[in-house]
């Protein structure tokens, strides 16, 4: 079976975040029923590229691919997903 997380960004550099943060000060659409869970984030070189294998292996969104830009920071790229044992995954890009 193929890798469907880029290996060559560190996982730690992303870190574990709680769902229902994401809802302050960032306007998205995302499923309700899913908050307070506890959500695995990943970055990836290729959000859109990521979110198709989690599809093919089986997983499915749960909200939709995001783009937010950041004062001084950059454009943040993010989608959540639920993995095919339906697990929750952030995952997100930085483009400066």
């Not at 984030?41 to 290729?46: I, K, L, R, T």
């Not at 749960?62 to 993010?78: A, C, D, S, W, Y």
């Not at 639920?82 to 890009?93: V, Y």
């Amino acid at each position: 079976m193929d890798s469907i997380i880029d290996s060559s960004i560190p996982f730690s550099s992303c870190g574990v975040s709680l769902f229902s943060s994401v809802s302050s000060g960032v306007s998205v659409s995302v499923d309700v029923s899913v908050v307070s869970a506890v959500v695995s984030c990943v970055e990836s070189s290729d959000v859109e590229t990521t979110a198709e294998k989690i599809i093919e292996y089986g997983g499915d969104w749960v909200g939709e691919l995001t783009r937010v830009e950041i004062k001084g920071v950059g454009v943040l790229v993010f989608a959540y997903m639920r993995d095919p044992e339906g697990n929750i995954l952030e995952i997100q890009r930085y483009e400066k």
